[in-house]
Structures are given as C-alpha cells and as structure tokens.
C-alpha cells in the first residue's frame, strides 16, 4: 500500500480482496492467519488516499466454502469485479500484498501499453531482493535459478511461451481479459493459464522499464508456487524444479522446425510421441491438417496446441526417463552456451576449471550464498536481453 500511495500515475483504483477458507476460523493451525487479515479489513477500511473497493471473503460467514477457495479464486474474484465496472481500454494490474515496486511502475505499464497498443498483456520483469533469513535466501535464489534458466532456454529455441508467470507481475487491458472470457479459477497456478490464454489471443509484453519484487517467505498459503517450493527445497526436496537437460528443449526446437513439414504429414519425434499419449490420438496432428487449409495458420494451431503446458508436461517427462544431477546440466548449459562468462569464484577450496564452469565444485547446497547470487544475476542479466531485443520485433 506504501508502494501504491508513492505513485507518480494518480488515476487508478484499488480492488483488494482479503481471503481464507472459512474453515480456517476452526483450525488452530491457521487462527493467526484469520486474525492478521481481521486487521487487513480493518487497516484498509482507514486509509483515506485513496478508493478502495474491498472484497471480505475471510469474515466469518464470507470466507471461501467448498473447492471454490484459494489464490485463484481470489484474482478471478477481483478481476471480474473490475471487469463489471471498467472500460475496456482500463488496465488491470494484479498485484500481491508482499509485493513492492518503484513510485514510477503504474506510469511504466501505461506507457508499454501505450507503446505497444496491439499488447494483450504484460508479463513484467520481476526480482527477489535479498532477505536476512539464510535458509529463505538460498532457497529463492535456488529456485529463481530455476525459472530463470527455464525461460532462457525457452527463449533459446524460440518458444513462443516464454513469460515467467506471477500473479504479482502482469497486467492486462480489460478488452483482452473479456476476449479469453475472464480468468479460469485456479487453487493456484492460476497466473500460468490465464497468460496462456492471453498469449493464444495475441501480443504479450516480456519487457517493462519498472520491474516488481515479489518477498521471498516460505508460506503454504498456496498449493504450488514460490512459497511451497522454498518450504520442498528447504527441506531438500527440488524434485518439482530441476534444471532440465538443455538438450530436452532442443528436442522441442527440432519439432518447431518440423511444423511446416507436418502439414503434409507428421514425423514421429520423442514430442509426437509424447503428444500422442497426451491427446489420446494416433495422429495428434491430422486434426489440425483437417482444420487448417493454410500452412501458417497450421503452424500457429500446432503451437497453440504444443502450449506452454504441454511443453512443461514434456520435459517432466523426459526428466523421468533421463535424470541428471541439477548441478550438471547447469554447468553443462553455462559451458554449452555462455562459455568463460562465469569468473572464477574462490570461495570454494577446489578451484574452478580453468576451461569450463565447472559442477563438481559448485552446490546447489553447500556453495556460498554469494555463487548461488552471481549464477542467480548471471541469468538474470541473460533473460533480460532477451526481454529487451523481444521490443524490438
């Protein structure tokens, strides 16, 4: 709220929704939660800057019932309450509540979306600033590790799904949220999804001048996300974010080169077979041959049916079949295709090899937290030059 009140764009209003099952009244384990957003209402219902629409789905009576309950729930709540009243030129800004960012970041989205009038959405830049917990430093950096390397091999080869999904760094006109028919409510993950449906109707934004700084906390709040994997990854358990092969997303590249070809007739590839598992179809395909008379409308059907979902599903998949240790194919990805960028770091006894970054003296658990922040600000540099070229086409 200190962030909102310091910014420099005044024309704005603020829909917050305060959430908890209602269930959570009754569990010990969760009272304090429940007592913590009574002081919410409470706090908001006072601050006289600004208009406030407030949405109480924690008050007792008013909290989440059922399976209709978590984040998901809570943006699709606000979002279509925004929906009923804006124009569709309006943006929506999805923010968190542990979630900061700079006096100038509303100006910055108006301004991209001004740029840029053809964008259905902003998938904004984001960073985890350093916290004075060290177990909760080395777990972010360990996991933004992940997403940041994940995105720049999608970037790589080409992948027209590269956004990191938060729901505390995107944004949105309402015109596109009414064009995807709103958002699918989702216990969690629900940023994902309604950015790819975003990016199935059109321009998503990967660049924005202002980014935001989402609080690494360990929290169980939500089912998956940044909160539950520090909470997996702090107690040695990074199954669900490996640093997948590079070789695996290759594999997706060799099959995007092969979309053309596929409109006369589908090669069988580790993908195509993994298609066909999940679709159900001997020819996953030929429905799309039989749908699409134009060959670059093909092209796009085929990625919009290889989406960023099943590109996930697909290397899950392939890390079952084939894992390696994550600190491995980091190094052999940095050797691949950053070679020499990573200098020396000395903090570990054995030295590091004088040709190749090098995993056996590197630890995702026993490094200092100092390498795990170079690596971290290593890739993240990488992605943002992507980021920024992606203005430029």
């Not at 509303?106 to 830049?125: E, H, M, T």
């Not at 080409?158 to 009414?178: E, I, K």
């Not at 980091?330 to 903090?347: Q, T």
Request: net charge neutral.
């Amino acid at each position: 709220m200190a962030c909102i009140s310091s910014q420099t764009y005044r024309d704005f209003i603020i829909f917050a929704c305060v959430n908890q099952p209602d269930q959570w009244l009754n569990e010990p384990g969760k009272v304090m939660i429940c007592r913590e957003n009574e002081k919410t209402l409470t706090y908001l219902n006072t601050i006289p800057d600004f208009n406030i629409v407030i949405i109480d789905k924690s008050s007792k009576g008013n909290g989440w019932r059922g399976k209709r309950h978590g984040v998901g729930w809570a943006r699709k709540t606000l979002m279509d309450a925004i929906n009923a009243e804006a124009n569709e030129d309006d943006i929506i800004v999805s923010l968190d509540a542990d979630t900061t960012f700079t006096e100038n970041y509303f100006q910055s989205l108006v301004n991209n979306f001004q740029k840029f009038p053809d964008a259905k959405g902003i998938a904004v830049p984001y960073f985890h600033k350093p916290v004075p917990d060290e177990k909760a430093y080395r777990a972010i950096l360990r996991y933004e590790i992940y997403m940041r390397y994940y995105s720049l091999n999608l970037w790589r080869i080409g992948c027209p799904y590269t956004f990191t999904a938060l729901g505390s760094a995107m944004a949105c006109r309402v015109r596109a949220y009414r064009a995807v028919g709103g958002m699918t409510p989702k216990m969690s993950g629900e940023d994902f999804y309604f950015l790819l449906k975003l990016k199935k109707t059109g321009r998503i934004l990967f660049w924005n001048e202002e980014k935001v700084y989402p609080e690494a906390r360990f929290s169980d709040r939500v089912y998956f996300g940044t909160g539950p994997a520090m909470i997996k990854g702090d107690q040695g358990d990074w199954s669900s974010y490996p640093i997948y092969q590079w070789q695996f997303f290759d594999e997706i590249r060799e099959t995007y080169e092969l979309f053309s070809s596929f409109f006369k007739k589908t090669r069988e590839l580790k993908v195509t077979n993994f298609l066909k598992i999940q679709f159900k179809e001997e020819d996953p395909f030929e429905p799309l041959r039989e749908n699409f008379r134009h060959e670059n409308q093909f092209i796009r059907a085929c990625h919009e049916k290889f989406d960023g979902l099943r590109i996930l599903q697909y290397l899950k998949s392939r890390q079952k079949e084939d894992p390696v240790k994550d600190e491995k194919n980091l190094a052999d990805f940095l050797d691949r295709f950053y070679p020499g960028e990573i200098p020396f770091l000395n903090s570990n006894p054995a030295p590091f090899s004088s040709r190749r970054w090098d995993e056996d003296h590197f630890s995702f658990d026993q490094s200092s937290l100092e390498e795990l922040e170079h690596i971290r600000m290593f890739l993240f540099r990488k992605e943002e030059e992507y980021q920024i070229n992606s203005t430029l086409s």
